[in-house]
């Protein structure tokens, strides 16, 4: 089998250095997002997202989901041909919206704990 899968030839298996920091964004924001959702919750928040309202009330769960999803995403990224460009816009997307999801809860928590 060697460098060939089915009928597709890998020729470079080098993977951007940007992909890898995508990649980890991904799954570093998740992990953040669900800590800080926990402590939202804990002073006195809610969970917006109602896919994963049932699941905050435990540990484990959300944040096994959150990484297996995060986990999929960076490796269906890093194992993109070099040249495709369409999974490195959408996981940098990703990124985007999970950075802001993070910078709001990080505001909601500090304004609940004010209160």
């Given amino acids: 089998m060697g460098d060939v899968l089915g009928s597709l030839r890998l020729t470079d298996t080098t993977v951007p250095v940007r992909r890898l920091w995508l990649a980890a964004g991904v799954v570093l924001l998740n992990v953040a997002d669900v800590l800080l959702t ?5 002073h006195g928040g809610v969970e917006a997202n109602p896919m994963m309202a049932g699941l905050m009330g435990g540990f484990a769960a959300p944040l096994g989901l959150k990484m297996v999803v995060a986990g999929v995403a960076g490796i269906l990224l890093l194992l993109c041909p070099p040249d495709a460009k369409l999974g490195e816009r959408a996981v940098t997307a990703v990124v985007a919206l999970y950075s802001v999801i993070v910078v709001w809860n990080t505001v909601v928590l500090g304004l609940l ?3």
Avoid: G, N
């Fill in 113 to 115: 704990a004010l209160r």
């Fill in 38 to 42: 926990k402590a939202v919750l804990h």
